[in-house]
């Protein structure tokens, strides 16, 4: 049985507990190591380096890995050497390896896993514009996430917007709904503000209306509308009809950082996520993200070895009708694979043509492809199979699926994939035929938790029925299609992985719907998010393990994952996060180790005063949650009375005569 005990242990022990057990573990490994090797390291995998000599930089000791290896699921220690694994074992097997210059760190029983690789991330464009965005993911009420955005439309100097992006929406809310346009009117008359809501619209304050040029003679663009009042003027809502291009073309009007600026705000983002435990991302490109001139930041990064996030990149068209001469401009310029272990090159994708895709915009029905998609994607399709390139490709519905799947069956006959790495997107409604044909195409499916997002608005639509196998991740995995997990962050969904886990486990939105009668195993999960998603970037055996000669990607967590109750899972964070062997965020008794913090620019910047998802028991959190005051039952914790089934609000029963107030903020 695992022992917690030390699961939360306060800052201030670190140092001396972590030196004082290292120096107890130094006397032993100096006894064990006058033994021959052989006669107590028979169970650790080791690696030798050449001539027989091991080369140690790095040893984790007294920890509680899950090691995502069926050959060795569990270990208490490692050993780390030229940014690899090369050894996995016991304590005493592993500190047999120290030299006089191993670093050595005490986990004090924390559960360690390999660190998380998200398969389908914005990660570059979302880099890019970090600083720039006020983070209403996690926030408890809309009265908090108002108050946010009041205190930072404060802050921020003119020509800038305050702009709420991605990662939330109003179920979180105590209050069950979206902000309105004189609530945004009033927390902001003069700064511009934009509040993207999902896939389906855009909240613009008067502000935001005014530089963005909207009014009464603009027309509707193809696929989007702009909401009007009784006299035609626009009112500030925004709404995808199903096309997303109407809230991503009005974002794009807003001012950009200064180069220095993003690769300041880049920095930030790959710290937040490293906070997280995401040591890896597979970029899926976007619109607005045109190679190379919007890879310079990451590619500045990138050569100053300042990366902390490794990243896998797909390129994505930007021109439609043009489709095809982006992809033969890439194939000739670009090598397959270019890179390094931090930044590479991994193919085509995830648009591949601007007629193939489905905006998945639960609030409308379920949109039909154009009669001509075929014969935009064929040739495309054809270009990439010649040349070898993998590619991936949105789709989120049966129905587009099936018109695709002709498409490559049919390259497939000309031209056999022959093992080249292609994937879909998505899939949340895919049919048993269809992952069928997928497999026997040689591809993977990557999902993500956009459910957990847009769940009951899916469930309004389509039934709650249709909703329990949507994605169905189980029936992919039994058919052995390759699997892996990931957030598309950071418009829509949020870029927290252990939001995503949650949502795979639990089976519940981050509103506390519940959707599927019954999750994935927390091992499944895991898996996912870790060696199933190496396969999406040809990096299978390379990382995604705790096993000797793949990458030394590891994280400690705050919390045991696998025993804690699932409703914890989603507040997870990491508390030492390791990325090549080296030490790349650190807090409570790691805080000694934590690399020097970056500090934020701009200053007047969201992040300065809201560093990304919101976390329980944070300054932050404490200085913005002010509710009427705690409620007699359950004091502050009215996000776990939220999602109770006890009737807190029904004042006749026990539970609301007690004295419940979590639904009076």
């Not at 300041?264 to 190679?291: C, H, K, P, V």
């Amino acid at each position: 049985m695992k022992d917690d005990s030390n699961e939360d242990l306060p800052a201030s022990s670190g140092r001396r507990d972590f030196v004082a057990k290292g120096s107890l573990l130094s006397a032993a490994a100096a006894i064990l190591s006058s033994l021959p090797v052989t006669g107590f390291a028979v169970g650790a995998s080791k690696s030798s380096a050449p001539g027989g000599a091991m080369n140690v930089d790095l040893i984790l000791f007294n920890g509680n890995f899950h090691t995502v290896d069926q050959e060795k699921p569990r270990a208490s220690a490692v050993a780390i050497g030229g940014g690899k694994f090369v050894a996995v074992g016991s304590d005493a097997e592993i500190m047999a390896l120290r030299s006089n210059t191993t670093q050595v760190i005490d986990l004090h029983k924390r559960t360690m896993i390999p660190g998380l690789n998200d398969s389908h991330l914005h990660l570059i464009r979302g880099g890019l514009n970090y600083n720039l965005e006020l983070r209403w993911e996690g926030v408890p009420s809309l009265a908090d996430g108002l108050r946010m955005l009041k205190d930072q439309a404060d802050r921020t100097p003119t020509p800038q917007w305050v702009r709420v992006v991605g990662g939330w929406n109003e179920f979180q809310f105590a209050e069950k709904r979206l902000p309105t346009l004189e609530e945004l009117n009033q927390a902001a008359p003069d700064t511009p503000v934009f509040v993207l809501h999902l896939y389906d619209r855009a909240l613009l304050n008067r502000a935001a209306l005014r530089v963005a040029g909207y009014t009464r003679d603009t027309p509707n663009p193809p696929g989007g509308e702009i909401v009007r009042d009784s006299n035609g003027d626009p009112t500030g809502m925004l709404v995808a009809r199903p096309n997303a291009m109407i809230l991503y073309s009005t974002l794009a009007k807003g001012p950009k950082l200064p180069l220095e600026y993003q690769v300041n705000s880049t920095r930030q983002f790959m710290r937040e996520l490293n906070r997280l435990g995401l040591t890896s991302a597979i970029d899926a490109g976007g619109g607005f993200q045109n190679y190379p001139d919007d890879y310079e930041v990451i590619t500045q990064l990138a050569e100053a070895k300042q990366l902390t996030v490794r990243i896998a990149y797909n390129l994505f068209t930007q021109k439609p009708k043009e489709e095809l001469a982006d992809f033969k401009h890439w194939t000739s310029t670009v090598k397959l694979h270019q890179g390094d272990d931090f930044l590479r090159h991994n193919g085509a994708g995830e648009m591949l043509t601007f007629s193939a895709a489905d905006f998945e915009d639960f609030l409308e029905p379920r949109p039909d492809l154009p009669p001509g998609m075929e014969q935009d994607l064929e040739p495309v399709v054809r270009h990439l199979v010649e040349h070898r390139w993998p590619f991936r490709l949105h789709a989120t519905y049966d129905e587009s699926i099936s018109r695709m799947l002709d498409v490559f069956e049919k390259v497939n006959r000309d031209i056999p994939f022959g093992g080249i790495p292609w994937f879909f997107d998505h899939c949340e409604t895919i049919s048993p035929k269809n992952i069928e044909r997928v497999k026997a195409l040689g591809g993977g499916i990557a999902i993500q938790d956009r459910m957990a997002f847009q769940g009951e608005y899916f469930v309004d639509r389509y039934g709650k029925r249709a909703a329990e196998a949507t994605p169905p991740i189980k029936r992919m995995l039994a058919e052995g299609v390759p699997v892996g997990a990931g957030t598309d962050a950071t418009r829509v969904s949020s870029y927290n992985p252990w939001t995503s886990l949650y949502w795979m486990v639990s089976g519940r939105t981050v509103g506390g719907l519940e959707l599927y009668p019954e999750g994935l195993s927390r091992e499944t999960a895991l898996e996912l998010f870790t060696r199933g998603s190496a396969w999406f970037s040809s990096e299978q055996g390379k990382k995604g393990q705790i096993k000797v000669g793949q990458l030394a990607d590891v994280v400690a967590l705050s919390q045991d994952f696998f025993s804690v109750p699932e409703e914890s899972i989603k507040w997870i964070e990491s508390v030492l996060t390791v990325v090549d062997g080296k030490v790349v965020y650190a807090t409570n008794e790691f805080e000694d180790l934590a690399p020097p913090t970056v500090p934020v620019l701009p200053d007047w910047s969201p992040v300065a005063k809201v560093p990304g998802h919101w976390r329980q028991g944070a300054p932050m959190a404490a200085a913005v949650h002010q509710c009427s005051g705690p409620c007699g039952v359950h004091a502050h914790s009215h996000d776990k009375a939220r999602l109770s089934k006890a009737p807190v609000s029904d004042f006749q029963g026990f539970w609301g005569a007690f004295g419940c107030s979590c639904f009076a903020f």
